[in-house]
């Protein structure tokens, strides 16, 4: 079944604790992405890749890093989270300019 | 600037009866694309509609619609015989080309949620 696996679908931490959200496609997509969700300003794109090695940044990076070793993964880091970063994540994939597939989302609490 | 703007916070609509959900945009380039997203309680963003800038006839998936006027830059979703599981987030996104070049960044309207009545 294609799809885009996130990991982990929830997570409370504290404030400064080095997080990774794991993000897999098995679509041999070559873009990816990652999108915050907030209320009222729906999906901001955070972090994109358009292949292996290539990533750059999107509308809000800051406080993110990501890396692209390898075709499938797409991690997304906070070295030192902080509370406003408490939201929700999705991954997302794509094969050119056809519709993004999209994880199930990843809901980050930083307390 | 590249903008979707989602006027409706919210709507309601009773079941078996048609509504419309607007979506405006803001872009200065002739190549993009249009897509509505459905998000459930759930949380998952399902892919519902597809429109290009270059496409000729609104699309059409199932009981989806899209209403494109290109020169009015709206590209309203259309939904017929409601149904109380569309019950959902709905939003707009647009695709576009960033200035530095690579491909197939979104740009997402704020959301529509929609209640479907029985």
């Known amino acids: 079944e294609a799809q885009v696996t996130q990991n982990p679908r929830y997570l409370i931490t504290v404030t400064g604790k080095k997080l990774t959200v794991t993000c897999s496609q098995n679509m041999n997509h070559e873009y990816m992405s990652w999108y915050r969700q907030d209320p009222g300003l729906g999906l901001r794109q955070i972090y994109y890749s358009m292949n292996v090695e290539v990533t750059d940044k999107g509308d809000v990076p800051e406080g993110y890093k990501v890396s692209r070793k390898e075709k499938r993964n797409f991690p997304l880091i906070l070295e030192s989270p902080s509370p406003n970063q408490t939201s929700l994540y999705f991954c997302?994939?794509?094969?050119?300019?056809?519709?993004?597939?999209f994880g199930d989302g990843t809901r980050l609490s930083i307390l | 600037a590249q903008k979707i703007t989602q006027t409706q916070p919210g709507m309601f609509v009773q079941e078996k009866e048609a509504v419309t959900l607007d979506c405006t945009y803001d872009?200065?380039?002739?190549?993009?694309?249009l897509f509505w997203y459905k998000q459930p309680s759930s949380g998952e963003m399902i892919f519902l509609i597809y429109q290009g800038s270059y496409d000729q006839q609104n699309a059409t998936e199932g009981r989806y619609s899209l209403n494109f006027q290109k020169a009015r830059k709206s590209a309203n979703l259309v939904i017929s015989a409601s149904q109380l599981g569309d019950s959902a987030m709905y939003f707009c996104?647009?695709?576009?080309?960033?200035?530095?070049?690579?491909?197939?960044?979104?740009?997402f309207g704020a959301g529509t949620r929609l209640a479907v009545h029985p």
């Open positions: 872009t200065s380039d002739p190549s993009y694309g």
């Open positions: 997302a994939s794509s094969l050119g300019g056809q519709p993004q597939h």
């Open positions: 996104a647009m695709r576009v080309l960033p200035v530095a070049g690579g491909y197939n960044k979104l740009i």
